[in-house]
């Protein structure tokens, strides 16, 4: 019915005929938008009324003190944890409340978790391999070959993360911080829009640290990045917006340069903290 | 040695994936071997006389026969353990059900050659005052029928139980368990004669395989030979299955299954798929078995048995898929000695190996061979060095 009505409608090219185009609307504003978002487990509310806009190529940081509800809210967004309450939309198009995890991750939304978990048994190349945006059913897995193109591709990660040399390694055997790189390379072969990256220099070396820091800076504005962290050092290096999160809401935003002189901020959070990491 | 092996796939990987295997060095040695041993018992066995001293007996045929359809069922084992990580303690099921299917057509091939002379029933059902065959044993007199439900009713079963399985995500231990079960209430099934599998005493008495005698020496050789190719066919399908991109996605679930979900993998789904090649692999050993030692029972679901497979898996190497045929072969050759020179020390015996082979060579031979391999690399490569 639809097609025959769009062979008959005289004012406009068919729709079936219309170049397919990138499923993420972001013309009338943010990537990801979240508003008045509710959770509670058992009665406690690890997000209450959580406002927060990313924009698109944005590099955001998030901080907050231990039980913020960072993880709470970005299970939210990858559809793990299912909100009480508010809205959360990807681009102006989906409604990420009405999706599932599988969904949400092939729309473009990758995440690195907090423990780096790579296949180990598999070496570097492999890994990317896997994670790329593919035909992920059994027959188109099974015949599988790789082309020139998917090398190609796998070979620009490799050189974004730093491992080119390493390729045909088993990943069993990185060191903590290139397993991270190569957790953010596996997650850009599925090409994300949105990347949400958890504490990605715990347990780093300052070298470490530095190259992490250029590779983030690097892919943002290619692909929106929200690093949770809690070093703050590392944030002050790469961040050029900061929300601090509090309680499951947000408690300031800005610079750091703003966030860190806000009295509540450091009453609640830095002042303490610095202290500590100090 | 990994990055050896993801080198071997960067190159293969072009191809179409059910003749990489060919340009892989392990497969082109075991086929070589494999064909060497199937042809060096094939000419021993035909072109010297009797009494000669290398001279392979009709037995000793049919014991290597027997052997090859153990090692066939080790590789599908060593296919869902070795490279899925699912460790199924119930693959004599799909085994038996495999060696059911072929012994009723060689049941229904009997025809009015029985004890009773019922042209249609076999024995047991004349025995038990039957006078129909049950729905269930219809078109097994046809052999395109009985080989067809040879791999459908195995890779049924394994669908059936493993889509409830995996699909509530059950793996691990839990799933050793309730394949263990499996097996067992199988068991227990078919002992009843109710069932009309012949209870205990199983199908047996069979004469004829496609209408040449079961009897005949000729007729073993030939069966030892079909084992022998069906157990190349196996291993080059599972090679193929693998070194593909499907065999890696069941490594990665292997190691880590939640990052493989998370990635776009609908794991249950890979896990339900490789079970059901790897059912349906047990099912065709269990056809190459049956004909072969003459008889079918209720013993073949024994839950000893599926833990028998495990075992020689493990003591061959896992997940390499020749070391399952190592050990199988290895295992049932000592099996024969022992049970034939001192019958009640086998369990000791098989014990005492598999507690050996555990401490010394956790990897199994495949582990052992491997190393030997590296060790001559390496004591090679200085040589050249130095030159």
Known sequence: ?278 | MSSTISLMTQSSSRQFWLTRPFGERATQIFLGVLFAALLLVTVLHLALPQGHPLHVNAYTVNLFGKYLSYALLAVAVDLVWGYLGILSLGHGAFFAIGGYAMGMYLMRQIGDRGTYGDPVLPDFMVFLNWDSLPWYWLGFDMAWFAFAMVLLAPGLLALVFGFLAFRSRVTGVYLSIITQALTFALMLAFFRNEMGFGGNNGLTDFRELLGYNLRSNDTRLGLFIATGVALALGYILCRAIVTSKLGRVCVATRDAEARTRFIGYRVERFQLFVFVVSAMLAGLAGALYVPQVGIINPSEFSPIFSIEIVLWVALGGRATLYGAVIGAILVNYAKTIFTGVMPDAWLFALGAMFVLVTVLLPKGVAGLLLHLKRRKKSATLPKEATA
């Open chain 1, 1 to 278: 019915m639809s097609l025959l009505q769009s062979l008959t409608t005289r004012d406009r090219v068919f729709d079936f005929m219309a170049p397919q185009a990138s499923p993420v609307d972001v013309r009338h504003g943010p990537i990801l938008y979240m508003e008045d978002v509710s959770v509670s487990f058992d009665g406690f509310k690890a997000i209450n009324n959580l406002n927060l806009t990313i924009d698109d190529g944005e590099l955001r940081c998030i901080i907050g003190p231990n039980g913020a509800g960072k993880t709470t809210m970005m299970d939210i967004i990858t559809g793990k944890t299912r909100p009480n309450a508010g809205s959360v939309w990807f681009g102006s198009r989906h409604n990420l409340l009405q999706m599932n995890e599988p969904d949400i991750a092939s729309l473009g939304i990758g995440r690195k978790f907090q423990k780096p978990t790579v296949f180990e048994a598999l070496s570097v190349f492999e890994n990317l391999e896997l994670a790329m945006a593919a035909d992920k059913r059994i027959f188109p897995t099974l015949t599988a070959r790789i082309t020139d193109e998917i090398k190609d591709r796998i070979n620009e990660v490799l050189e974004t993360i730093g491992l080119a040399e390493l390729r045909y390694q088993p990943a069993g055997i990185l060191s903590h911080g290139q397993k991270q790189w190569l957790e953010i390379g596996m997650l850009l072969m599925q090409r994300p829009r949105l990347l949400l990256v958890d504490e990605p220099v715990a347990g780093m070396t300052e070298q470490e640290m530095e190259r992490t820091a250029e590779l983030l800076t690097g892919l943002a504005g290619k692909q929106s990045v929200v690093v949770v962290e809690h070093d703050m050092g590392f944030v002050r290096s790469i961040a050029r917006k900061v929300t601090v999160l509090h309680q499951g809401g947000v408690l300031a935003e800005g610079s750091m340069d703003q966030v860190s002189s806000d009295p509540k901020v450091v009453e609640v959070y830095l002042g303490a903290d610095d202290e500590e990491a100090a």
